[in-house]
């Protein structure tokens, strides 16, 4: 697992990915030799990876819950 300052450099943008697995999961996983993150699991399949441009993971949770509150409102 990287650190918190490690960059990710793809998510995962797949509709079906987008809430927790509900047990202990992965998150991180290597596509294209960079970390990616799904926040579902990373070991699921269909998987659709979106660049992040590289974001660290703190970032990445910030991004994630802003995501979902927009999706809430609308
Ligand atoms: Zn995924």
Known sequence: MPGEGALIYYRCTNPKHQGPSGSASDNLTIHERR????????RATGHTWTETGGVDL??????????????QRS
């Open 35 to 42: 970390w990616a993150f799904c926040p579902h699991d990373s």
């Open 58 to 71: 703190a970032r990445l949770r910030v991004l994630l819950r802003e995501g979902r509150a927009a999706k």
